[in-house]
Structures are given as structure tokens and as C-alpha cells.
T-cell receptor, first 114, second 117 residues
Framework: GNSVTQMEGPVTLSEEAFLTINCTYT??????LFWYVQYPGEGLQLLLK?????DKGSNKGFEATYRKETTSFHLEKGSVQVSDSAVYFC?????????????FGAGTRLFVKA | DGGITQSPKYLFRKEGQNVTLSCEQN?????MYWYRQDPGQGLRLIYY???????QKGDIAEGYSVSREKKESFPLTVTSAQKNPTAFYLC????????????????FGEGSRLTVL
């Protein structure tokens, strides 16, 4: 079945450091890929998405490219801020008989120090 | 503003009690979902519904029940049969699967934290 694996956290960075959170997936079809962000005590928000191979999703300085050849969707940001401290979830969504099914990774907690 | 409203935000339950978590959306979405989140884990699907008066079990449905009598509402009942109900519960909605404009993006509420005393 489909699955998502993302790097374990927590990840601790200083402000303005470069961020990479690795995500790889297994899927039998052609899923859409997502990064969601969860701030403390809140629900998840969509950060960015890509719907087909070689698409690049971007938002708020974050980027991720849908790499079918390596089945990856790594999240990057060139210069993190304290306000980026949150939990980041990689996810895939694939249509099936029950409509879209979304599979989430375990989440990676990011701490950014001033 | 369109969105999803979950209530209550915090809920305490004694063992043996049933509790119901509310989820209301005004996004005109057909599909609604309930997820459970435990510390250090990803989200696990409890129940989902693609249309009114129809719902399906997810990966961890035992001890939970739902109803979908209205498009905008999808309440979740945590029954006394759920042995470890302390968790953060998230409701989400999306366009219905199969819609041309649907990429599978989920819209989430703020969550409800249930604690068993």
C-alpha cells in the first residue's frame, strides 16, 4: 500500500539557517504530494502542494519538488525564522474507490532559535 | 470567512462515558474526515464521509461512531468501548473525490483535545 516516510525530529536550527526535511513515498498510482504545517495547539494548514512529477510547490519561502524518479518530496527553505517553529507533515493523496485517501508521515518538529 | 469549526477545544471525560465532538464546515465540501493524533505520531483516519447519509470506517474506527445527516456537520462520538481515547482529534473536509478540481487537499479545523480522567 501507499506510505510516507519523513525524517525524524526534532530538528533544531538557528535563525537564518538552511532547512531541509526529507520525505520519501511509496505509491502505486500518481498521487498528489503535500506539506502541511501544524503550529502548537492548532490544526494542520496546507503549506504547499504538487500534483504531478517535476512540479515545484512553493509558499512563504518554502519549496518542494515532486521527484518521481527518487520518489521524494523534500521540503527546503533558505533562511528559517523563529516563527517557522512548528511540526511539518509530508502527505500523499491518491484517488481510490472511496474517494481521495490521504496518507501522512509521522511529522517532523522544527525548533528555530533566535 | 469559510472554514471548519470544531468544539469543544478541550474536553474531559470520565471512564465509561460517551462524548461527542462537533465539527461544522461552511466550505460547501462534500467530503469530511476525522483523524486522531497522538504525540510523535502522524494522523490516523477514524471515519470519513463522501456524501450525506453515507460514511466509511477508516483505519482505527473501533470505539468510535459518526453520523452525517447534514452536509455541513460530521459529529464524532467517542464511546466507552474506546480503550485509550486520550488524544487530539482533528476534523477535515475536502472536495469530493473524482471532482476535476480536486487534488486531494484537506482543510482542517483547530482540533479538540480529549482527556480521560
Amino acid at each position: 500500500g501507499n506510505s510516507v516516510t519523513q525524517m525524524e525530529g526534532p530538528v533544531t536550527l538557528s535563525e537564518e539557517a538552511f532547512l531541509t526535511i526529507n520525505c520519501t513515498y511509496t505509491a502505486t498510482g500518481y498521487p498528489s504530494l503535500f506539506w502541511y504545517v501544524q503550529y502548537p495547539g492548532e490544526g494542520l494548514q496546507l503549506l504547499l502542494k504538487a500534483t504531478k512529477a517535476d512540479d515545484k510547490g512553493s509558499n512563504k519561502g518554502f519549496e518542494a519538488t515532486y521527484r518521481k524518479e527518487t520518489t521524494s518530496f523534500h521540503l527546503e527553505k533558505g533562511s528559517v525564522q523563529v516563527s517557522d517553529s512548528a511540526v511539518y507533515f509530508c502527505a500523499l493523496s491518491d484517488s481510490g474507490t472511496g474517494g481521495f485517501k490521504t496518507i501522512f508521515g509521522a511529522g517532523t518538529r522544527l525548533f528555530v532559535k533566535a | 470567512d469559510g472554514g471548519i469549526t470544531q468544539s469543544p477545544k478541550y474536553l474531559f471525560r470520565k471512564e465509561g462515558q460517551n462524548v461527542t465532538l462537533s465539527c461544522e464546515q461552511n466550505l460547501n465540501h462534500d467530503a469530511m474526515y476525522w483523524y486522531r493524533q497522538d504525540p510523535g505520531q502522524g494522523l490516523r483516519l477514524i471515519y470519513y464521509s463522501q456524501i450525506v447519509n453515507d460514511f466509511q470506517k477508516g483505519d482505527i474506527a473501533e470505539g468510535y461512531s459518526v453520523s452525517r445527516e447534514k452536509k455541513e456537520s460530521f459529529p464524532l462520538t467517542v464511546t466507552s468501548a474506546q480503550k485509550n481515547p486520550t488524544a487530539f482529534y482533528l476534523c477535515a473536509s475536502s472536495l469530493r473525490g473524482g471532482s476535476l478540481s480536486n487534488t486531494g487537499e484537506l482543510f482542517f479545523g483547530e482540533g479538540s483535545r480529549l482527556t480521560v480522567l
